[in-house]
């Protein structure tokens, strides 16, 4: 039964109770009425309008909580109190029933704690305190008040728990009195089964059949709440061009569209959200609304403590265990939640009954779930023979494998029926607590905690198991499921499980027996080739993971002497400790690019003393650093995105004056530098010995910062050869302190002053001290730095009074066919020596291409010349190229635009290139090469900073690596990745 079909939403009853006077009336009111809440006026109504036209009018063009509202407003003016009561009467009613409703579905789906005693304890503390917070949060008299509110926390914290008390606790009224009238509540699961839907429908779910009071629960959408559960999981975007949003509740819209609109309260103005999700899903679905309140679901070092102590009973073990874990940060990380944290106590306290009072040597995390499941499976020793626990884990790790590669996290009875699980199984892993039944889905099964899932996988995918595909991820359709694309934590289990100590764990316990020969094999030949193609690999932070859980010393310095270059991500203090693990097993490193993040932000700079301590880094990064100083083949030291810091600059001070430190090149770019530390830098440039270039690119060093620097290259113990502020906030005026640089200091061979405001006159000012013959400079870049034609001419004064100069880069500047005439000159006299010079994106046409061909002729030292990103035409390359095919043309390397010439003239490019076997053809500008770096316009130069998190995606893809990895057990979605191994040639 629909609304219109209900007594209570009969419109033309109520309109019938009204007399002439009365209806004549209302439609008096009605036009007014629609102006007040923003609706146009009605098609074809006047004040003639019958009363049944009426409603086919207004239930037609308008939604019905517009129509109920604007019914109750008007006969409220037209006092019949007797019909704005029953409407009154009616919305009381249906917020009962809501409730009722709501009661009813969580009572139903509530399942008895399987922790009992101790997560009893935890959950009923937390949520009392979510409770309170929540319950003014969306009171408008709150200072606290918000529409929008997160409840973050990792898989197990507690969220869904949270949730369904709340829902309890306002049914019975306990909370949100008055503040809210109706929930509608949605899990990701529900929502990953929608293709479209609309906001009636949405709302109507949860009640008899389909049909909900929609008029009664938008009527007032301001005291209307949604809770969404595991929005990070939601498969829908939330990137929704603003046209294709919809404000018509009744209108069948795709899912993403309707979320979408919904946030940003096209449908349902005013209403309120409850959004649960996991931390690295918080960023994206926070972006999509404006203001939020965050309640994080996290226990504290002090809730860590209590929670040991109540699964111990006894207070040293529960000392013993507690100590351990946090000397880890690994198990710190792990401990975070109620769930983890008993697996992490079930696991240490089978060594605790193992090995007496000696002590735990857990160390990874292999350790502690292999612990876990061989405690588990063993637990019922007196009542399951070996062979039976044996099987029960084959096909436990079939189904993990399984699941995981379809994207399955939660299973049906007919998935575990296929990888051969019994209802005597299911049960068996029910009470050790193994398997639970899902929180979210219906009639399903889950791992306790994904972390056992894709441990079991990574034990699965070291056995020999049967092929098997688990019906759910057979479906010609298949539903909608969370996704899972992360395979490195499998990998890193593997990796952990090729240790023979932590292997055996398994092995003597259960019985099984896990293949690791062809595995190690596979890593070490995988290694060889990344080693030998750098480029392969963005950054090292997932396979120092995996070496880490390894721990296998001889295994570990294997694979790290196929690296002489290494690049680390720090953005938590376990990747200090697993850096720290690595790095103290290089032998041959010699190149090291290390990014510091978030490590070193301080949440209260007023607490800050001169010793300087960081949030909870302790001496870790000092242990780092330290490793790096005992590598003498280091010689590349890149802390880009590290944010400065007294501590930092003493512990990089320490480090380049240690006569075993053998570092040359220092690179700080984009670390925030500002002209108060330039004395820190200048310090480090008269103590060190063996430094030889500094990368200070993407820092606001300006003026005055440049000029400290240039006090300290003028320090007779100061070696530098090359100094690169790329993009360092200078102008015209920090030029003088250069200039007496490039005329007095006896070591300046390179100088990169590329993207600051110079100008002309800064250029003028540069040029001068560069005819000196006291000038050591060699290499000059001045790209990016706004001048024009009218100091080319003292720019070609320079080319043929300094002997020194080899490099000139001048790209990106508004030189023009005039300028290169003036620099063609110089290129052609004998005196010029020069063998680079960069004009790419310099305005040129091909009017300056005559001077550039007799130059090519005519130079005996130029070897490269970049052009491009300049229109040079046709004609203009044509002449090029037949200078490059001149016998006394020497140039090896050039750089032409010419992807819009005419195919004649690439032709001819080719036959120039085939006759002239030593010639390179260049394609990328200087702007391209900066790009990463910088992006720049004239009077508005500003810095593009790389990605403040680790790339999402990068180059090496893990997971892959477990695609490819040889193993008898063969699965239809890896066979289409690789059947076989791939050769070493290739990744």
Same mark, same amino acid.
């Given at each position: 039964?629909?609304?219109?079909?209900?007594?209570?939403?009969?419109?033309?009853?109520?309109?019938?109770?009204?007399?002439?006077?009365?209806?004549?009336?209302?439609?008096?009111?009605?036009?007014?009425?629609?102006?007040?809440?923003?609706?146009?006026?009605?098609?074809?109504?006047?004040?003639?309008?019958?009363?049944?036209?009426?409603?086919?009018?207004?239930?037609?063009?308008?939604?019905?909580?517009?129509?109920?509202?604007?019914?109750?407003?008007?006969?409220?003016?037209?006092?019949?109190?007797?019909?704005?009561?029953?409407?009154?009467?009616?919305?009381?009613?249906?917020?009962?029933?809501?409730?009722?409703?709501?009661?009813?579905?969580?009572?139903?789906?509530?399942?008895?704690?399987?922790?009992?005693?101790?997560?009893?304890?935890?959950?009923?503390?937390?949520?009392?305190?979510?409770?309170?917070?929540?319950?003014?949060?969306?009171?408008?008299?709150?200072?606290?008040?918000?529409?929008?509110?997160?409840?973050?926390?990792?898989?197990?914290?507690?969220?869904?728990?949270?949730?369904?008390?709340?829902?309890?606790?306002?049914?019975?009224?306990?909370?949100?009195?008055?503040?809210?009238?109706?929930?509608?509540?949605?899990?990701?699961?529900?929502?990953?089964?929608?293709?479209?839907?609309?906001?009636?429908?949405?709302?109507?779910?949860?009640?008899?059949?389909?049909?909900?009071?929609?008029?009664?629960?938008?009527?007032?959408?301001?005291?209307?709440?949604?809770?969404?559960?595991?929005?990070?999981?939601?498969?829908?975007?939330?990137?929704?061009?603003?046209?294709?949003?919809?404000?018509?509740?009744?209108?069948?819209?795709?899912?993403?569209?309707?979320?979408?609109?919904?946030?940003?309260?096209?449908?349902?103005?005013?209403?309120?959200?409850?959004?649960?999700?996991?931390?690295?899903?918080?960023?994206?679905?926070?972006?999509?609304?404006?203001?939020?309140?965050?309640?994080?679901?996290?226990?504290?070092?002090?809730?860590?403590?209590?929670?040991?102590?109540?699964?111990?009973?006894?207070?040293?073990?529960?000392?013993?265990?507690?100590?351990?874990?946090?000397?880890?940060?690994?198990?710190?990380?792990?401990?975070?939640?109620?769930?983890?944290?008993?697996?992490?106590?079930?696991?240490?306290?089978?060594?605790?009954?193992?090995?007496?009072?000696?002590?735990?040597?857990?160390?990874?995390?292999?350790?502690?779930?292999?612990?876990?499941?061989?405690?588990?499976?063993?637990?019922?020793?007196?009542?399951?023979?070996?062979?039976?626990?044996?099987?029960?884990?084959?096909?436990?790790?079939?189904?993990?494998?399984?699941?995981?590669?379809?994207?399955?996290?939660?299973?049906?009875?007919?998935?575990?029926?296929?990888?051969?699980?019994?209802?005597?199984?299911?049960?068996?892993?029910?009470?050790?607590?193994?398997?639970?039944?899902?929180?979210?889905?219906?009639?399903?099964?889950?791992?306790?905690?994904?972390?056992?899932?894709?441990?079991?996988?990574?034990?699965?995918?070291?056995?020999?198991?049967?092929?098997?595909?688990?019906?759910?991820?057979?479906?010609?359709?298949?539903?909608?499921?969370?996704?899972?694309?992360?395979?490195?934590?499998?990998?890193?289990?593997?990796?952990?499980?090729?240790?023979?100590?932590?292997?055996?764990?398994?092995?003597?316990?259960?019985?099984?027996?896990?293949?690791?020969?062809?595995?190690?094999?596979?890593?070490?030949?995988?290694?060889?080739?990344?080693?030998?193609?750098?480029?392969?690999?963005?950054?090292?932070?997932?396979?120092?993971?995996?070496?880490?859980?390894?721990?296998?010393?001889?295994?570990?310095?294997?694979?790290?002497?196929?690296?002489?270059?290494?690049?680390?991500?720090?953005?938590?203090?376990?990747?200090?400790?697993?850096?720290?693990?690595?790095?103290?097993?290089?032998?041959?490193?010699?190149?090291?690019?290390?990014?510091?993040?978030?490590?070193?932000?301080?949440?209260?700079?007023?607490?800050?003393?001169?010793?300087?301590?960081?949030?909870?880094?302790?001496?870790?990064?000092?242990?780092?650093?330290?490793?790096?100083?005992?590598?003498?083949?280091?010689?590349?030291?890149?802390?880009?995105?590290?944010?400065?810091?007294?501590?930092?600059?003493?512990?990089?001070?320490?480090?380049?004056?240690?006569?075993?430190?053998?570092?040359?090149?220092?690179?700080?770019?984009?670390?925030?530098?500002?002209?108060?530390?330039?004395?820190?830098?200048?310090?480090?440039?008269?103590?060190?010995?063996?430094?030889?270039?500094?990368?200070?690119?993407?820092?606001?060093?300006?003026?005055?910062? /440049?000029?400290? $620097? #240039?006090? *300290? !290259?003028?320090? &007779?113990?100061?070696? %530098? =050869?090359?100094?690169? +502020?790329?993009? @360092?906030?200078?102008?015209?005026?920090?030029?003088?302190?250069?200039?007496?640089?490039?005329?007095?200091?006896?070591?300046?061979?390179?100088?990169?002053?590329?993207?600051?405001?110079?100008?002309?006159?800064?250029?003028?000012?540069?040029?001068?001290?560069?005819?000196?013959?006291?000038?050591?400079?060699?290499?000059?870049?001045?790209?990016?730095?706004?001048?024009?034609?009218?100091?080319?001419?003292?720019?070609?004064?320079?080319?043929?009074?300094?002997?020194?100069?080899?490099?000139?880069?001048?790209?990106?500047?508004?030189?023009?066919?005039?300028? /290169?005439?003036? $620099? #063609?000159? *110089? !290129?052609?006299? &004998?005196?010029?020596? %020069? =063998?680079?010079?960069? +004009?790419?994106? @310099?305005?040129?046409?091909?009017?300056?291409?005559?001077?550039?061909?007799?130059?090519?002729?005519?130079?005996?030292?130029?070897?490269?010349?970049?052009?491009?990103?300049?229109?040079?035409?046709?004609?203009?390359?044509?002449?090029?190229?037949?200078?490059?095919?001149?016998?006394?043309?020497?140039?090896?390397?050039?750089?032409?635009?010419?992807?819009?010439?005419?195919?004649?003239?690439?032709?001819?490019?080719?036959?120039?290139?085939?006759?002239?076997?030593?010639?390179?053809?260049?394609?990328?500008?200087?702007?391209?090469?900066?790009?990463?770096? /910088?992006?720049?316009?004239?009077?508005?130069?500003?810095?593009?900073?790389?990605?403040?998190?680790?790339?999402?995606?990068?180059?090496?893809?893990?997971?892959?690596?477990?695609?490819?990895?040889?193993?008898?057990?063969?699965?239809?979605?890896?066979?289409?990745?690789?059947?076989?191994?791939?050769?070493?040639?290739?990744?």
């Amino acid at each position: 039964m629909t609304e219109t079909d209900s007594p209570d939403f009969d419109l033309l009853w109520y309109l019938e109770k009204l007399n002439k006077k009365e209806f004549m009336s209302l439609k008096n009111h009605l036009k007014q009425e629609c102006l007040e809440i923003g609706l146009p006026e009605i098609p074809g109504f006047d004040l003639r309008t019958a009363k049944p036209d009426l409603v086919n009018l207004l239930t037609t063009f308008y939604e019905a909580q517009h129509v109920w509202n604007m019914m109750l407003s008007i006969f409220q003016k037209i006092r019949r109190a007797d019909l704005c009561e029953k409407i009154k009467a009616r919305r009381k009613r249906n917020r009962e029933t809501h409730k009722a409703l709501i009661k009813n579905k969580i009572l139903l789906q509530w399942e008895k704690c399987l922790f009992e005693n101790v997560h009893n304890t935890f959950y009923e503390e937390t949520i009392v305190e979510v409770l309170r917070k929540l319950d003014t949060v969306y009171d408008p008299r709150s200072t606290f008040y918000t529409k929008d509110v997160f409840l973050v926390g990792e898989k197990g914290a507690g969220k869904t728990m949270v949730m369904k008390v709340v829902l309890l606790q306002w049914t019975h009224g306990d909370i949100w009195k008055d503040v809210i009238s109706y929930i509608v509540h949605l899990t990701s699961h529900e929502i990953n089964q929608m293709s479209e839907s609309s906001l009636v429908e949405l709302i109507s779910k949860e009640w008899p059949s389909g049909q909900a009071p929609v008029a009664d629960i938008l009527s007032d959408s301001q005291k209307l709440l949604f809770i969404l559960e595991d929005m990070d999981n939601v498969d829908a975007s939330l990137n929704v061009d603003e046209s294709a949003l919809c404000s018509d509740s009744r209108k069948h819209v795709p899912v993403s569209v309707l979320l979408s609109s919904l946030f940003k309260r096209k449908m349902a103005p005013g209403s309120l959200f409850l959004i649960s999700l996991r931390p690295d899903g918080k960023a994206a679905v926070m972006a999509s609304v404006k203001k939020n309140y965050s309640i994080t679901l996290k226990f504290s070092d002090e809730k860590r403590k209590k929670y040991f102590a109540l699964f111990f009973k006894d207070s040293q073990k529960a000392t013993r265990a507690l100590k351990l874990v946090q000397e880890n940060d690994m198990f710190v990380n792990l401990c975070q939640v109620p769930v983890s944290c008993w697996i992490t106590c079930v696991a240490l306290n089978r060594q605790v009954e193992m090995g007496g009072e000696g002590k735990l040597s857990c160390q990874t995390l292999t350790d502690l779930y292999a612990h876990f499941l061989a405690n588990t499976l063993t637990s019922g020793a007196g009542i399951m023979t070996s062979q039976r626990r044996r099987t029960l884990l084959e096909r436990l790790c079939l189904l993990a494998l399984e699941g995981l590669w379809h994207d399955m996290l939660h299973f049906t009875d007919a998935d575990l029926r296929s990888v051969g699980l019994t209802k005597a199984d299911v049960s068996a892993l029910k009470a050790l607590r193994i398997l639970l039944p899902s929180s979210n889905c219906t009639d399903r099964h889950t791992f306790i905690h994904l972390k056992i899932q894709e441990f079991c996988a990574a034990v699965g995918y070291m056995m020999l198991l049967s092929e098997c595909q688990i019906p759910s991820a057979n479906k010609k359709y298949p539903e909608r499921r969370e996704r899972y694309n992360d395979f490195s934590p499998i990998t890193m289990s593997i990796f952990g499980l090729l240790n023979e100590k932590r292997r055996k764990i398994l092995e003597t316990s259960i019985g099984c027996n896990l293949l690791t020969g062809e595995l190690k094999k596979y890593f070490l030949q995988k290694m060889k080739y990344m080693g030998d193609h750098p480029k392969t690999v963005e950054h090292h932070m997932p396979l120092f993971y995996c070496l880490f859980e390894n721990q296998d010393e001889e295994f570990v310095k294997q694979i790290m002497d196929s690296f002489l270059e290494v690049t680390i991500y720090i953005q938590e203090n376990k990747d200090l400790m697993v850096s720290l693990y690595c790095l103290e097993h290089c032998r041959l490193l010699q190149k090291l690019k290390l990014s510091v993040q978030c490590i070193f932000e301080n949440k209260e700079p007023h607490t800050l003393t001169p010793r300087l301590s960081y949030l909870s880094v302790g001496t870790r990064f000092e242990d780092v650093f330290r490793a790096i100083v005992y590598n003498p083949n280091l010689k590349f030291l890149s802390l880009n995105c590290v944010p400065h810091s007294l501590k930092m600059f003493s512990l990089l001070g320490e480090v380049l004056e240690n006569p075993v430190c053998r570092i040359q090149h220092l690179s700080l770019m984009k670390c925030d530098l500002k002209a108060s530390e330039c004395q820190e830098i200048a310090s480090l440039l008269i103590k060190s010995k063996n430094l030889k270039k500094l990368t200070l690119s993407n820092n606001p060093l300006k003026n005055e910062g /440049v000029k400290i $620097l #240039c006090n *300290a !290259l003028l320090h &007779p113990d100061c070696t %530098l =050869e090359s100094l690169v +502020l790329l993009f @360092c906030c200078l102008t015209k005026t920090g030029c003088i302190s250069i200039g007496r640089v490039l005329m007095l200091s006896k070591t300046l061979k390179h100088l990169d002053l590329g993207v600051n405001l110079l100008e002309n006159l800064g250029v003028s000012i540069l040029t001068l001290p560069l005819m000196f013959p006291t000038c050591k400079l060699q290499e000059l870049e001045l790209s990016g730095c706004f001048f024009t034609s009218d100091v080319c001419q003292s720019i070609a004064l320079v080319l043929t009074n300094n002997s020194n100069l080899r490099s000139l880069e001048l790209g990106s500047n508004d030189i023009g066919d005039k300028g /290169v005439e003036m $620099l #063609c000159d *110089a !290129l052609k006299h &004998p005196k010029c020596k %020069l =063998e680079n010079i960069g +004009l790419e994106e @310099c305005m040129l046409t091909s009017g300056c291409c005559a001077s550039l061909a007799s130059v090519l002729i005519r130079s005996k030292t130029l070897k490269k010349l970049n052009l491009l990103g300049n229109d040079l035409r046709d004609e203009g390359i044509l002449q090029l190229l037949e200078a490059l095919g001149h016998p006394d043309c020497v140039l090896e390397a050039v750089g032409l635009q010419i992807n819009s010439v005419a195919a004649e003239t690439r032709k001819s490019l080719l036959t120039v290139k085939k006759k002239n076997t030593r010639l390179t053809l260049l394609y990328q500008s200087w702007a391209a090469k900066k790009g990463r770096e /910088v992006s720049y316009n004239v009077g508005d130069i500003r810095a593009v900073s790389l990605p403040p998190t680790v790339p999402v995606s990068p180059r090496l893809n893990w997971h892959l690596i477990c695609f490819h990895m040889p193993r008898k057990f063969r699965h239809k979605k890896s066979a289409k990745v690789s059947k076989q191994p791939p050769p070493s040639s290739s990744t």
